[in-house]
């Protein structure tokens, strides 16, 4: 008897996507929020909040598309067609958000050039990932194991609309970030831009949550059918809680709290949409057994993925732990 390794390899995948939100979602929110702080002091220290940690933020990113590629092979073939171009504008747009903190501080650079390479970076990258997201929502139109639509079908409401909501979201991790790393009046700032994305990442939810159901007769009764209700009741009702908690751990002045709460709302967002799509991996036809390489393909690359998976968790608790603390005036990524 083969050991079914599809569940387990859909929890890994997930697993990097997760991380990947969450720990890049908020150096993003961090270059979005360039747009909004024009000082030259203020931005050097966002920038140094997030600069020795950046970069292998986005592991998971390629650990999550690299094992759909090898494990989903069908999958990887209808959804990249599908959005082709939002995946290209978020390469171009980490393209040269990482160029620019490598050259911003260089002698003779052309600060604000960079500045703008980082912020413009930063939103296009954002917008296309929550792009990609409403398209997998949305679902993938498949005439037997082919992508049947065209390379434009993501421009379209659904999509953009949660892209907008990423970009609000990633600037509320980025906000509740700057609140835990830095001082002073830039953490003040931070506090109140955290207040209203909290309000505005709020409305998003909700609008995705009444738009989903209604469109995706599907969802609908994955949520609303009986016994789930009752069982799935747990993920707004959470949802709801930790926004209050966030909103009171901002006017008590707390500083590690709000960001924890909202790497929390983004977990259960997360939660939410696993149930709202499983067990579809290119919803919604194509199911995770569907696009399931062969059993001993699987076999094959759980063996380095064990050894691999591991190294990279210590990797990320270890660089968190040493770069822990507040970022202050003289920090420097080089």
Request: charged letters at 10%; aromatic letters at 16%.
């Amino acid at each position: 008897m083969t050991l079914d390794l599809v569940p387990l390899w859909a929890c890994i995948l997930s697993l990097a996507v997760l991380m990947y939100v969450l720990l890049d979602g908020f150096d993003l929110g961090v270059g979005i929020l360039f747009f909004l702080r024009r000082h030259d002091e203020d931005r050097d220290l966002m920038v140094a909040s997030v600069a020795p940690i950046w970069d292998f933020n986005e592991t998971w990113l390629i650990l999550g598309s690299g094992g759909l590629l090898a494990v989903f092979p069908l999958a990887f073939s209808i959804v990249m067609p599908a959005v082709y171009f939002p995946v290209l504008l978020m390469l171009l747009g980490l393209l040269f958000r990482g160029v620019a903190f490598e050259f911003r501080d260089a002698p003779a650079a052309r600060k604000h050039l960079w500045n703008g390479a980082f912020a413009y970076g930063s939103l296009v990258a954002t917008f296309a990932q929550g792009v990609v997201l409403g398209n997998f929502i949305h679902g993938f139109p498949v005439n037997g194991r082919v992508y049947a639509g065209t390379s434009w079908d993501w421009f379209s409401p659904f999509p953009l609309l949660t892209g907008l909501g990423l970009i609000v979201g990633y600037s509320l991790l980025g906000a509740t970030w700057l609140v835990m790393k830095t001082e002073g009046d830039l953490q003040q700032w931070a506090r109140g831009m955290s207040r209203w994305l909290l309000l505005g990442l709020l409305a998003f939810i909700l609008m995705v949550s009444v738009w989903t159901p209604i469109r995706e007769a599907r969802i609908a009764a994955r949520w609303f059918s009986f016994p789930n209700l009752l069982i799935f009741s747990p993920v707004p009702i959470l949802t709801a809680a930790l926004a209050f908690l966030l909103w009171r751990s901002l006017n008590q002045g707390r500083e590690v709290r709000p960001f924890l709460c909202a790497m929390g709302l983004f977990f259960l967002s997360y939660t939410g949409l696993i149930i709202s799509l499983w067990p579809y991996v290119a919803p919604p036809a194509i199911t995770l057994w569907d696009a399931a390489t062969a059993p001993m393909s699987q076999q094959f690359l759980m063996v380095g993925t064990m050894f691999l998976l591991p190294v990279i968790l210590l990797y990320v608790f270890w660089s968190y732990w040493v770069f822990r603390g507040k970022v202050r005036a003289g920090m420097s990524y080089h």
